[in-house]
């Protein structure tokens, strides 16, 4: 089945830019849409925003200005980058599958084991 | 935005006890509604889609319902591995949001 997997620096340095890597295999990344969503310690889940396999993006308004995804289907990943960041963003990062166009069945129903990020100097 | 309201916060329940969890959104969403069960230092999961279907492989003491602005998600009768944390999602608009938890104790 459709496993995902995170990956990227574990502590990121004020105003510096975070980068993760989500890698799908055991299905195809065509055809769906690739979430981000985050959590604080202690806190609740964000949205952080989701890219379609072809490339059209969809951002939370909260973090447009700082945040890019990119796909990269040949290689079956996907990325997250997030600019300026402060200990405001320190969290768990997790993507996940998030849906066809057309079937709600795969509505973030796969998600990768997460990956905690400190921003901090 | 959307806000997804659940309530209560936080409960305490007995093994055995039938537990409902309420989530309102501010606007009308349809059914476009998921739920996630999250466990302390895991993954969330889904439980629900489309306000009632069961994702699969998912206990059938588990189930959904509602539609428009209000949503239950119900337990009928509590197990030792269901406390957790439950979280409501919205993906009818951008961005997607989600409640806020509701953390189901052991009583």
């Known amino acids: 089945q459709v496993q995902l997997l995170e990956s990227g620096p574990g502590l990121v340095k004020p105003s510096e830019t975070l980068s993760l890597t989500c890698t799908v295999s055991?299905?195809?990344?065509?055809?769906?849409?690739w979430s981000w969503i985050r959590q604080p310690p202690g806190k609740g889940l964000e949205w952080i925003g989701h890219?379609?396999?072809?490339?059209?993006?969809n951002y939370n308004p909260s973090l447009t200005s700082r945040v890019t995804m990119s796909v990269d289907t040949p290689k079956k990943q996907f990325s997250l980058t997030l600019s300026t960041v402060s200990a405001a963003d320190t969290a768990v990062y997790y993507c996940?599958?998030?849906?066809?166009?057309?079937?709600?069945?795969?509505?973030?129903?796969?998600w990768g084991q997460g990956t905690t990020v400190t921003v901090s100097s | 935005d959307i806000q997804m309201t659940q309530s209560p916060s936080a409960m305490s329940a007995s093994v055995g006890d039938r537990v409902t969890i309420t989530c309102r959104a501010s606007q009308d969403i349809s059914n476009y509604l998921v739920w996630f069960q999250q466990k302390p230092g895991k993954v969330p999961e889904r439980l629900i889609y489309?306000?009632?279907r069961l994702s699969s492989g998912v206990p059938s003491r588990f189930s959904g319902s509602g539609s428009g602005t209000e949503f239950t998600l119900t337990i009928s009768s509590l197990q030792p591995e269901d406390f957790a944390t439950y979280y409501c999602l919205q993906h009818y608009t951008y961005p997607r949001t989600f409640g806020h938890g509701t953390k189901v104790e052991i009583k």
């Open positions: 996940a599958r998030d849906g066809t166009r057309s079937d709600r069945r795969f509505i973030l129903d796969v």
């Open positions: 055991g299905g195809s990344i065509s055809d769906y849409y």
């Open positions: 890219i379609f396999h072809s490339g059209i993006t």
């Open positions: 489309s306000a009632s």
